[in-house]
């Protein structure tokens, strides 16, 4: 497996959920008395926090891209758009492969 970016909206996702599931094995054991609604707020609080994380990481890296002058994309080598129309490089949201209306050429 190569290399990836460090996420770590989904590492503060992933803790939240871990510690959900750890309450709930906890209780269901008899080791932990904790009252069933105490997972709701641990879980979409760690979720809403994880979703915040997220935006400040992207926040973060688009600024520091715009101060290099540079595109992630770019730097790796792929370039610009393969159609020039926008969406991500792989048909999506461009407008290739859309059913069209009429008949079939």
Same mark, same amino acid.
């Given at each position: ?9 989904? @590492?503060?996702? $992933?803790?939240? @959920?871990?510690? $959900? +599931? ?15 609604? %105490? ?7 760690? @979720?809403? @926090? =994880?979703? =915040?994380?997220? %935006? ?10 715009? !101060?290099? $002058?540079?595109? !992630? ?17 792989? +048909?999506?949201?461009?407008?290739? $492969?859309?059913? !069209? ?5």
């Amino acid at each position: 497996m190569g290399r990836h970016e460090f996420e770590p909206g989904k @590492l503060v996702a $992933g803790l939240a @959920l871990l510690a $959900g +599931g750890l309450i709930f094995a906890l209780d269901a054991t008899g080791a932990w008395s904790v009252p069933a609604w %105490v997972l709701i707020p641990v879980v979409v609080g760690g @979720l809403s @926090l =994880a979703g =915040a994380t997220g %935006v400040v990481r992207s926040a973060i890296r688009r600024g520091s891209e715009r !101060r290099r $002058g540079g595109d !992630r994309n770019r730097d790796r080598g792929w370039g610009e758009d393969w159609d020039g129309r926008g969406g991500d490089g792989a +048909g999506r949201g461009s407008g290739a $492969g859309a059913p !069209r209306n009429g008949p079939a050429e």
